[in-house]
């Protein structure tokens, strides 16, 4: 099962616009995650924000959480091409909370 | 290594064989995980080890899929009788804590091809 689902599921800009993305999630959580996929291969951590944060920033990255919608957003500003790659929100998951569980995630696209 | 290592990065098998898929973690990090990935979607959990100890294997999809982690550093996961519905990119990862809590460090994934 798949607790996050991210909105929209492409998106196209060009190189300069911003970029955002949405998440909504199912359950209560503690925190929330951001990876990036390059080819789809290997994922590169971007940002964690906890439940008790409603906004973060990392570089061009903003991330919100506002945990009474269950959704969270990604922000990327002046974007460049090589932002070009798919991005997922992931959740811990489970009595454990020991792993993540990922959504389908946003594919964008940067034209130069 | 520097980051997770993972091999081979493509296999490809027939209908029915057996494989076994190899996974070296960061060093020094406890916990060890297992996704598996098709096209278009987000990674799927399979199994998380802590240590030596498989903490979670609520993803494992049937029998026919196993992982250890003998000695809680390098995992195998093993696929008996694999079916052309197993073709995807499997991926493990790895962090020093619970993953849930921090940042998990993905390797390149092995590219499963079942024909």
């Known amino acids: 099962s798949q607790q996050g689902e991210e909105d929209p599921q492409a998106l196209s800009i060009q190189e300069g616009e911003n970029a955002t993305m949405n998440c909504s999630y199912k359950?209560?959580?503690?925190?929330l995650q951001w990876y990036r996929q390059n080819s789809g291969r290997g994922l590169v951590h971007l940002i964690l924000?906890?439940?008790?944060?409603r906004e973060k920033h990392s570089g061009r990255l903003r991330v919100t959480l506002d945990t009474s919608k269950k959704s969270s957003s990604l922000l990327i500003t002046a974007s460049r091409a090589a932002d070009t790659a798919s991005y997922f929100c992931?959740?811990?998951?489970?009595?454990?909370?020991?792993?993540?569980?990922f959504g389908k995630g946003t594919k964008l696209s940067v034209k130069p | 290594g520097a980051g997770v290592s993972q091999t081979p990065s493509n296999k490809v098998t027939e209908k029915g064989k057996y494989v076994e898929l190899r996974c070296d973690p960061i060093?020094?990090?406890?916990?060890l995980y297992w996704y598996r990935q098709s096209l278009g979607q987000g990674p799927e959990f399979l199994i998380y080890?802590?240590?030596?100890?498989?903490?979670?294997d609520s993803g494992l999809p049937n029998d026919r899929f196993f992982a250890v982690r003998p000695e809680g550093s390098v995992s195998t996961l093993k696929i008996q009788r694999t079916e052309r519905g197993d073709s995807a990119v499997y991926l493990c990862?790895?962090?020093?804590?619970?993953?849930?809590?921090?940042?998990?460090?993905f390797g390149q994934g092995t590219r499963l091809t079942v024909v």
């Open positions: 990862a790895s962090s020093s804590s619970r993953q849930g809590n921090t940042e998990a460090f």
């Open positions: 359950t209560s959580i503690n925190n």
């Open positions: 924000i906890r439940s008790n944060e």
């Open positions: 992931a959740t811990p998951h489970g009595g454990s909370q020991g792993n993540l569980i």
């Open positions: 060093s020094g990090h406890t916990a």
């Open positions: 080890f802590q240590g030596t100890g498989a903490a979670d």
